[in-house]
């Protein structure tokens, strides 16, 4: 799993608000087309086509480089949205050729589920420097563990395993609760008849 900083200006424009309720992120660069299955070299001869060239050409072709190839699907995205950092895990990359999309001039997608929102001044040194870094896209060259990120991580998937698990137990207290009702009603013998009802109470009355 990679990390990268991304920031949110696609074309120079602010786009935080598109990233965070269309649950992507994107690049400008727009006029290069589809870069769907494109190797470093198609990139680079895309920038040319464009104009590009010298220490220009290498600087974008490895800011492009690195949204539609070098990240992948599972990698974590920061992006800073002034004392908010928005945490992400991107999808595989989609080129979107919508009206919005055109007009926004911002066609390199990535689907992105947001994991978590957390301050800025939480964040380790090393996570600060990242999000300062002057580019539009930017890999950290440390792991996850020195990126200590995965508590913030970590707490969203417990939250889903938490919210799973609950849903597994409410649905075995609904069963329950039918299973005992059949016995209290159609059992033979009375007694079990008696102590289905008597359980069947303790459940209704907890809850």
Known sequence: MNIFMLRSKPNNIERINHFLNQDEVGIGWYETGDLTGASKEDIRDALKELGYEGQSLLTNLGMVN????TMKEGDIVLIREGATVHIG???AYDWK???EYVEKRMGHIRPTK?????PFKDLNAEMQSLLKN?????????SLEQSEL??????EQQGKSESKKDNENESLR???IEVLKDLMNNAENESVRLEAAKELLKHLNNE
Do not use: D, M, Q
Request: aromatic fraction near 12%; include cysteine.
């Open 66 to 69: 690195a949204f539609v190839n």
């Open 134 to 142: 002057i580019r539009t896209i930017c890999k950290y060259k440390g």
């Open 114 to 118: 947001w994991l978590a929102h957390v």
């Open 97 to 99: 050729t919508e009206p």
């Open 89 to 91: 895990e991107v999808k």
């Open 150 to 155: 995965s508590k913030y991580i970590t707490n």
């Open 174 to 176: 609904l069963n329950t």
